[in-house]
């Protein structure tokens, strides 16, 4: 028990240190950073409560993480950092870039102290029904690429494109295993999943090999980043950081988020933050109270999105869950729906697994981004290609696409990735396509029988 603490803490103390430095990368995209690394541990046979604290020390380190350069130098650092620009960029043109760092920084500390206890209460409410919807599963899995679709932007588009993408999710795997790639009882998920993870990379990168695209794009020079001048916090007490109102804003919010687990997390953290920035105070005050609110939600929605499917139903039944956190419930050989974190662990390994990675990823990042959030920023800006750190994920992908299926799949994702990100790129959000690939097994002999009926 004592070895599989140490391996625990270090675990979390490894997840701070990685994503200390990706989270100041600018474009990281959260999906493509958290994913293909908990796949490794997963099938490099780690402990499945060292995986978990992994994973939560990650998440909670990215999150807060992924603002700072939106804070310091007005580039979003990842999806659910988009959310802050806007009030983050008004703050820094009225010289606040450190107040606001320091911000978001009690803002993370109030939305994860406020979500886990209350992610935990709700996953033993819903455990006497667990075993009805995860009857259910493949039929809840749809419903929710559907609602997913209609919270989006692109409604329409998003509803057409599950039907397709649950075909070629399904037809892939046929075709490796009639021309024999594959035996008949194999399936392949985790390497289409990570393709849909890459799709909007993809298009971007394919995009250079086209030469017209190449001479229309505008060639400005280097770009020039200015960061302030480094502040040192007088006081790492948030009291004394955060007003009462927006302390309680907050708190208040990061509850109310936690229950809408199974929703899109940027759409909650952008609804609800901007909800309190409408309320009563100046300009700059609206603007640091949401980002606060934000910082929170962020926190709030990303953990309750894992803990309450993993918990409660052992089914990736969010769009966090179906998304970086697939890992923890399908990875085959290793995981599957039935033998997963959910079947491995109690729910007494799952609260101490999460509470030491929250608390030591909280304890460090509260205090790094309040002290050295304008060194670090400067030293990745300086010293850490975000080419080098984007590169690193793909060929882990291709990797995997390879072990999958040999030389066939690396097609098959590159097919994946090609029409995912087309669609990501036109409105039909990672939440969609990551249900609708684990839907896809349901959908498709669904439609076929009620095509049969007609």
């Known amino acids: 028990m004592t070895l599989l603490l140490v391996q625990m803490l270090l675990a979390a103390i490894g997840a701070v240190a990685l994503y200390t430095f990706i989270g100041f990368v ?43 350069p939106t804070a310091l130098v007005g580039l979003p650092g990842g999806v659910m950092s988009a959310p802050l620009m806007e009030h983050s960029l008004k703050l820094r043109r009225a010289g606040l870039a450190s107040t606001t760092i320091r911000k978001m920084a009690v803002g993370s500390l109030i939305g994860t102290v406020v979500s886990i206890p209350l992610s935990f209460a709700i996953s033993a409410a819903l455990a006497p029904i667990a075993a009805p919807l995860k009857a259910q599963a493949p039929l809840l899995l749809a419903a929710g690429a559907v609602l997913l679709a209609l919270l989006g932007h692109n409604r329409i588009l998003a509803l057409l494109s599950i039907v397709p993408l649950a075909l070629l999710f399904q037809a892939l795997p046929l075709l490796y295993k009639s021309i024999g790639v ?4 194999k399936t392949i998920s985790i390497s289409f999943f990570l393709g849909i993870t890459v799709g909007p990379m993809l298009i971007t990168l ?24 480094r502040q040192m916090a007088p006081t790492l007490r948030p009291s004394r950081i955060v007003t009462k109102g927006e302390g309680l804003w907050s708190a208040g919010l990061a509850a109310a988020s936690t229950p809408l687990f199974f929703l899109s997390p940027v759409g909650i953290t952008f609804l609800l933050g901007e909800l309190s920035a409408k309320r009563r105070g100046t300009d700059i005050q609206r603007s640091e109270r949401a980002v606060t609110v934000m910082s929170a939600l962020t926190h709030s929605t990303y953990l309750a999105g894992v803990i309450i499917p993993l918990v409660a139903l052992g089914i990736p039944l969010s769009g966090v869950s179906a998304g970086p956190a697939g890992p923890l419930f399908v990875a085959p050989p290793v995981l599957r729906i039935g033998h997963n974190l959910h079947d491995l662990l109690t729910p007494w390994q799952m609260v101490l697994a999460v509470t030491l990675g929250a608390v030591l990823a909280l304890a460090v990042t509260y205090f790094i981004a309040v002290r050295w959030s304008a060194q670090i920023t400067e030293f990745v800006m300086r010293h850490v ?66 095509l049969a009926l007609g």
């Open 26 to 68: 600018p474009g990281t995209d959260e999906t493509s950073v958290l994913a293909p690394v908990t796949l490794a541990l997963v099938l490099g046979g780690v402990a499945p409560e060292v995986v978990l604290t992994f994973f939560i020390s990650a998440v909670v380190t990215l999150n807060l993480m992924n603002a700072i």
């Open 182 to 185: 594959i035996p008949h009882e």
């Open 206 to 229: 394919l995009g250079l090999l086209n030469q017209q695209r190449r001479t229309e794009l505008t060639r400005a020079g280097d770009a020039v980043v200015q960061l302030p001048r």
């Open 385 to 450: 290609p975000h080419e080098a750190v984007l590169s690193l994920f793909i060929a882990f992908i291709l990797l995997l696409a390879y072990i999958d299926a040999g030389i066939m799949n690396l097609f098959g994702v590159l097919l994946i990735g090609l029409v995912c990100g087309t669609l990501n790129r036109m409105g039909v959000n990672y939440g969609v396509q990551f249900m609708t690939l684990y839907a896809s097994a349901w959908i498709v002999p669904e439609l076929g029988h009620l």
